[in-house]
């Protein structure tokens, strides 16, 4: 079955950065987008972003560009994105997905 | 950006009632292919959320059938039938036609 598996809490400080990754099973990898999206506590979905594994494509909404990286790894499956500068704006959990399908979240707190 | 509006904010509904949500488009969600990428999702208190109905109508796989989607353009809908406990939660619609793939800002079905 397809699972998304992302990993651990990650406690942050300010000005520093937090690599998320979310490893993927049951599927061929490289062909869907997978895409992350960030929800504060209490907040609606806010969506970063997508990468497709397949060519390593990737696509960010503006407000994301220059925090969010994504990269992906076809030999583990396994995608990652990378959160730089972090301020406590960035504190949130941060989720991937597929169509259908979604990882069970991570909380980021940046906190000095 | 593509901005959706949903409506109501909150319902509240019996237990076995029906329940109704709209999502509004600020522009139309055909994309050149022809498909329509709007899809509602379930968010379940604590849980990542959940696809309901991909592409406007079509039920994800074990959703049952008193979920249904509908709509055209920039104007959807989805209806819950004979509402049960674990129907509780915050709905979302997204779009994924044009980018920045974009979310609405959510429903929360409450129990009356």
């Known amino acids: 079955q397809v699972q998304l598996q992302q990993s651990g809490a990650e406690l942050a400080k300010p000005g520093t950065s937090v690599k998320l990754s979310c490893k993927a099973s049951?599927?061929?990898?490289?062909?869907?987008?997978i895409y992350w999206v960030k929800q504060r506590p209490g907040q609606g979905l806010e969506w970063i972003g997508y990468?497709?594994?397949?060519?390593?494509?990737?696509y960010y909404s503006e407000k994301f560009k220059g925090k969010a990286t994504f990269t992906a790894d076809t030999s583990s499956s396994t995608a990652y994105m990378l959160l730089g500068s972090l301020t406590p704006e960035d504190s949130a959990y941060y989720f991937c997905a597929r169509l259908g399908y979604w990882g069970q979240g991570v909380m980021v707190t940046v906190s000095s | 950006d593509v901005v959706l509006t949903q409506t109501p904010v909150s319902l509240l509904i019996s237990l076995g009632g029906q329940a109704s949500i709209s999502c509004r488009s600020s522009q139309s969600l055909v994309h050149s292919n022809g498909n329509t990428y709007l899809h509602w999702y379930l968010q379940k208190p604590g849980q990542s959320p959940q696809l309901l109905i991909y592409?406007?109508?079509n039920r994800f796989s074990g959703i049952p059938d008193r979920f249904s989607g509908s709509g055209s353009g920039t104007d959807f809908t989805l209806k819950i039938s004979r509402v049960e406990p674990e129907d509780l939660g915050v709905y979302y619609c997204?779009?994924?036609?044009?980018?920045?793939?974009?979310f609405g800002g959510g429903t929360k079905l409450e129990l009356k």
């Open positions: 990468i497709y594994p397949g060519n390593g494509g990737t």
């Open positions: 049951g599927y061929t990898f490289t062909s869907y987008y």
């Open positions: 997204l779009q994924r036609t044009h980018n920045p793939w974009t």
């Open positions: 592409q406007v109508s």
